[in-house]
């Protein structure tokens, strides 16, 4: 990896950035002044424990019991259809956090009384752990969920 950084003052005296990066990088990059990044790396352990994955199952049944609650009669099924692929995607061998993002996002648009509830779940440290143990491609995806979710 081939990394230049370089500053120059224009002709107003303030200060520009020139930023390249080359070669084969991953993660985030920040540019401008005063940015701090601060991201809770998430590393692959040992296998997961069939106590953690019944931990998930309970948090899901409990997120499906609130949207019932909270959503609408109009929108309930499609609801817990969001609850289910949101739940299939973090569980899966290889979580998906595409699926996790645009579920956040069809909840805060549709049912922004239940979106706090799905926040939740996928902020949960649990779910990072159990995310974290399929590889480092999935925990560094759905750190950037979380990331970008969490507003940090």
């Given at each position: 990896?081939?990394t230049?950084?370089?500053t120059?003052?224009d002709q107003?005296g303030?200060?520009r950035?020139?930023v390249?990066i080359?070669g084969d990088?991953?993660?985030?990059v920040a540019?401008?002044?005063g940015?701090t990044q601060?991201?809770?790396?998430v590393?692959?352990t040992?296998?997961?424990t069939?106590?953690?994955?019944?931990?998930?199952?309970?948090?899901?049944?409990?997120l499906?019991?609130?949207v019932?609650?909270?959503?609408?009669?109009?929108l309930?099924?499609?609801?817990?259809?969001?609850v289910?692929?949101?739940?299939?995607?973090v569980?899966?061998q290889?979580?998906?956090?595409?699926?996790a993002r645009?579920?956040?996002?069809?909840?805060?648009?549709?049912?922004?009384?239940?979106?706090?509830?799905?926040?939740?779940?996928?902020?949960?440290?649990?779910?990072s752990?159990?995310v974290?143990?399929t590889?480092?491609v999935a925990?560094?995806?759905f750190?950037?969920?979380?990331?970008d979710?969490s507003?940090?």
């Open positions: 990896m081939h230049h950084q370089g120059a003052q107003t303030r200060v950035a020139v390249k080359d990088v991953g993660g985030r540019i401008g002044h940015i601060r991201i809770h790396q590393h692959p040992d296998a997961v069939e106590a953690e994955l019944i931990a998930v199952r309970a948090l899901v049944d409990e499906r019991a609130r019932a609650v909270d959503t609408p009669p109009e309930r099924a499609s609801a817990l259809e969001r289910d692929e949101v739940a299939d995607a569980t899966a290889e979580p998906k956090a595409d699926v645009y579920v956040m996002g069809w909840f805060r648009r549709k049912v922004p009384a239940a979106a706090g509830a799905v926040r939740d779940l996928i902020l949960n440290p649990l779910l752990r159990v974290g143990a590889g480092d925990a560094a995806d750190q950037h969920l979380l990331h979710i507003g940090t």
